[in-house]
């Protein structure tokens, strides 16, 4: 035997037994003695709660007994109130929390009942349901998903997760979702907001794809800046300047080579996750996935260097009003505009070579 403590007691409006259907429509209050109240922070983030009380007032223990729609059966094999231990449990819906009065729908006890016991509940969502609230979280934060990853330290599933923009998997890819992984978590280390986050690449390698999807700094949101150095780094900071440099250094490709074979364990775990038949698992093996999640295993700072720098800031992305080219009627950005013989023309228009960032990086785009 042991002894439960009562942590309540019900107010409902019924003093005798009742059809639980009527009692399970019908609203009641908990009252959580004031010593156990402090139990009851966030209870108010469920939606619906388990309720264990006792039934204090039930007829004799009976282990046959007619249940209310008259079936007969044994009490494990009903709900009944003449069981051995007393105790009931109920799934309620909780309607709000006041203090350390719960009102609730659904509770089937009488009227001053002691309360045992709340649980909160997860009720499963429909698929439909599912999908909808994941609609809805993304709509809202669309990097949720990635920035628990980041937190969580995920790098397998970020490094999955770029390839989908990436188009495969390589040991550049995997590099720039380490380097962009180890500079979120220095920054978040640094404070709680994310916004204004720039991240400079110093070359157009496959690097940059997984700094892009990890740092959500891309070339269309004006935060990703490319400095055409041919260096395999990267530059986070905030808009104070105050950031963090990672660098692969010079002989990470020696000790990547060295390393990565040893590690085909976590390759395993990828693709026994997303184990998807012979046939894939083999094509997995000859692009080279193997070594790009094998090296997420590596000793970073044997990859990379780490260095707090202090950033010059480029000021914010002008937004110039947009001028119709005069010979080929296309909209076109303001400060893109040439003045030729009194006629605003684009540049292609106006027979001048532009700026391009190609493969070989940024350049003069070569007009034949
Ligand atoms: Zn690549
Ligand atoms: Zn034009």
Redesign the pocket.
């Known amino acids: 035997m042991m002894t439960i403590p009562y942590i309540g007691r019900v107010k409902s409006n019924f003093d005798d037994p009742a059809d639980p259907n009527v009692m399970r429509e019908t609203e009641s209050e908990i009252e959580i003695f004031e010593v156990y109240a402090e139990g009851l922070f966030k209870t108010e983030l469920s939606q619906y709660i388990e309720v264990f009380f006792q039934f204090d007032r039930a007829e004799p223990v009976q282990l046959k007994t007619f249940t209310y729609t008259g079936d007969y059966k044994g009490i494990f094999a009903t709900r009944s109130p003449r069981r051995p231990s007393r105790i009931a449990n109920t799934l309620v819906k909780l309607l709000e929390r006041n203090g350390r009065f719960l009102k609730v729908k659904g509770l089937d006890a009488l009227n001053g009942s002691p309360v045992i016991d709340i649980k909160p509940v997860h009720i499963p969502l429909t698929d439909e349901e599912l999908e909808d609230s994941e609609f809805m979280v993304r709509k809202m934060n669309p990097r949720k998903l990635i920035y628990a990853n980041i937190w969580a330290g995920n790098t397998q599933r970020l490094l999955l997760d770029a390839g989908q923009i990436h188009g495969h998997f390589c040991t550049g890819l995997a590099m720039g979702v380490m380097m962009a992984v180890k500079a979120m978590q220095w920054i978040r280390g640094r404070s709680d907001g994310l916004e204004d986050l720039l991240a400079i690449v110093e070359t157009n390698n496959c690097a940059a794809d997984g700094v892009q999807y990890v740092t959500g700094c891309t070339l269309g949101n004006n935060a990703l800046i490319f400095k055409d150095y041919g260096k395999t780094a990267l530059t986070l900071t905030r808009r104070d300047g105050k950031g963090i440099r990672i660098s692969a250094r010079a002989d990470a490709k020696d000790y990547i080579h060295a390393a990565a074979p040893l590690f085909s364990a976590s390759y395993q775990k990828v693709v026994g996750e997303h184990s998807r038949g012979d046939e894939e698992i083999s094509q997995f093996k000859k692009s080279g996935v193997e070594k790009a999640f094998a090296l997420l295993e590596l000793d970073f700072d044997k990859i990379f260097k780490t260095e707090t720098v202090d950033v010059r800031i480029p000021p914010y992305a002008p937004s110039h009003e947009s001028i119709i080219?005069?010979?080929?009627?296309?909209a076109?950005m303001g400060s893109r505009i040439i003045e030729q013989d009194g006629k605003k023309?684009?540049?292609?228009?106006?027979g001048v070579a532009g700026k391009m960032l190609s493969g070989d990086g940024i350049g003069e785009e070569d007009r034949g």
Request: aromatic share 0%; net charge negative; with cysteine.
């Open positions: 080219c005069e010979a080929c009627g296309e076109v023309l684009c540049i292609p228009c106006a």
